[in-house]
């Protein structure tokens, strides 16, 4: 979802413009909007981050409930946490 969060804003961020012309831009800012607010409610106090990483690479071919998902699931460390919140304080306060 991070990854799918991030180029949807960088394509905004590029081609704003033609968004707002096909009329797209409402809808985009709204999904922008929904996964943003997902990551704002997984960042419960500072420096601390509610995330889940599989690595089990048959668990992207799964379709069906998270919770009947067997794949082993681990947490990401501190760094990648601080990498990932400057990149959304990043977009948010030059796009939102």
């Known amino acids: 979802m991070a990854?799918?969060?991030?180029?949807?804003?960088?394509?905004?961020?590029?081609?704003?413009?033609?968004?707002?012309?096909?009329?797209?831009?409402?809808?985009?800012?709204?999904?922008?909007?929904?996964?943003?607010?997902?990551f704002i409610k997984c960042h419960v106090a500072p420096h601390e981050l509610y995330v889940q990483v599989t690595s089990n690479s048959s668990s992207q071919h799964m379709y069906g409930?998270?919770?009947s998902n067997t794949a082993k699931s681990s947490t990401i460390s501190d760094s990648e946490i601080q990498e990932i919140h400057l990149l959304f304080m990043a977009f948010l306060n030059h796009t939102l």
């Open 65 to 67: 409930l998270s919770t």
């Open 3 to 38: 990854y799918t969060t991030t180029m949807l804003a960088w394509g905004y961020l590029e081609w704003k413009d033609a968004y707002t012309a096909a009329g797209q831009n409402d809808e985009l800012e709204a999904a922008l909007r929904w996964s943003l607010d997902y």
